[in-house]
């Protein structure tokens, strides 16, 4: 079984992009608690992933490439709205961070996420992270077409 094993932070404003990144659509087929089916596009490419239920920082997670025009078709078919967002890779202590600039309702939304091997496993925080929120389910994305980020009291 493929597991995902993720830790997720907010974004200090003191970050700033060393690329011009990749822009991702992406939209949900289902959102129940037990599973997400999420169909993306980023860049020229089209992605279905079924994710399981969180399990702390773990879930089991399946993704495959599909043809761009049948992840446009999908992300018709997904709920509304679509989540948009620009993706960012940087290597920081030997380790890749996917750092996400959200549009649209959830502008002003900066998160940073990190893939690990094992849940307890080290790594070198860079200096623009701010706080964790990893087990925060607010900033899960199929959460965010929900409740998006610009709804919330500041």
């Known amino acids: ?19 011009a990144g990749v822009k991702i659509a992406q939209g949900y087929l289902s959102t129940v ?13 089209g992605y279905l992933t079924i994710k399981g239920k969180n ?30 967002k620009r993706r ?12 996400d600039v959200f549009a649209g309702e959830n502008e002003g939304l900066i998160v940073a996420e990190i893939e690990l091997p094992e849940e307890q496993a080290a790594f070198t925080k860079p200096d623009w992270l701010g706080e964790e929120v990893s087990g925060d ?10 409740q998006p980020f610009s709804l919330w009291k500041k």
Request: charged share 35%; glycine share 4%.
């Open 88 to 99: 960012y890779l940087e290597q920081h202590g030997g380790s890749l961070w996917e750092i």
């Open 1 to 19: 079984m493929a597991k995902e094993i993720e830790r997720k932070f907010l974004v200090q404003e003191s970050w700033q992009p060393r690329s």
């Open 137 to 146: 389910v607010r900033y899960y994305n199929a959460n965010l077409i929900k």
């Open 55 to 84: 399990e702390g920082i773990s879930r089991a997670e399946f993704e495959y490439e599909i043809p761009l025009q049948d992840a446009e078709e999908l992300l018709q078919l997904a709920e509304q709205p679509v989540l948009r």
């Open 33 to 45: 608690p037990e599973r997400t089916v999420r169909v993306r596009i980023k860049g020229e490419k």
